[in-house]
């Protein structure tokens, strides 16, 4: 049982560049969401999926797609990198009425 | 939308010391939950606490809903115990969406 998992732990990419930030969670939940954390702050909702085959906006929706893959797999694009998406990006999924998270991926753009 | 203030922004201990961390709210809330993160950047699931008081070993936590108000007791401070200390809640009208107040940050010298 392992929860909430994320690939890749780092990545750096150049400005421009695109990337797909992976999630899966075993908990057998319906809802999936995306956060970012950015230095000394507090995680901000991007994007989540109540179910499969939707998705919602969050609070930081800009310059994100996502795919719900399956009930399993929710994951997270950037089409065009920017430096200000340099941050830490959290994957959630609840577990009776908690929230819990992956490990996160650290990201930096150049 | 909904205020999550945590204060104090940071804090220092010496080991052994006892602390409080408090978060208060600016609306009904349908979820509280606080988590530690960690030095290598893991959220922890400290406590789901919507109202009432909880304990799990040297932590306790205590929620006034009517007040918008929670608080995270830690007695005996240890140096493991330092990192990020976040509160977040999710709205009467969310589901499962988390907003974060901006973390204490503590530091436990030994």
């Known amino acids: 049982n392992a929860g909430v998992t994320q690939t890749p732990k780092f990545q750096v990419l150049k400005t421009g560049q695109s990337m797909t930030l992976q999630c899966a969670q075993d908990m057998n939940h319906n809802s999936m969401y995306w956060y970012r954390q950015d230095p000394g702050m507090g995680l901000r909702l991007i994007y989540y999926s109540a179910s499969e085959g939707t998705t919602d906006k969050g609070e930081v929706p800009n310059g994100y797609n996502v795919s719900r893959l399956n009930k399993r797999e929710f994951s997270l694009r950037l089409e065009s990198a920017a430096p200000s998406q340099t941050s830490v990006y959290f994957c959630?999924?609840?577990?009776?009425?908690?929230?819990?998270f992956g490990p996160g991926t650290r990201l930096t753009v150049l | 939308g909904i205020q999550v203030e945590q204060s104090p922004p940071d804090l220092i201990l010496q080991e052994g010391a006892n602390s409080t961390l408090r978060c208060n709210f600016s609306d009904s809330v349908n979820n509280l939950q606080w988590f530690h993160q960690n030095p290598w950047g893991q959220l922890i699931n400290l406590f789901y606490?919507?109202?009432g008081t909880k304990q799990n070993g040297r932590l306790s936590a205590t929620t006034v809903a009517t007040e918008r108000y929670s608080l995270l007791y830690i007695s005996s401070s240890q140096t493991t115990d330092s990192g990020v200390y976040f509160c977040a809640v999710e709205r009467m009208d969310s589901s499962y969406k988390l907003i974060f107040g901006s973390g204490t940050r503590l530091l436990v010298r030994p």
């Open positions: 959630a999924s609840p577990r009776y009425n908690e929230q819990f």
């Open positions: 606490i919507p109202s």
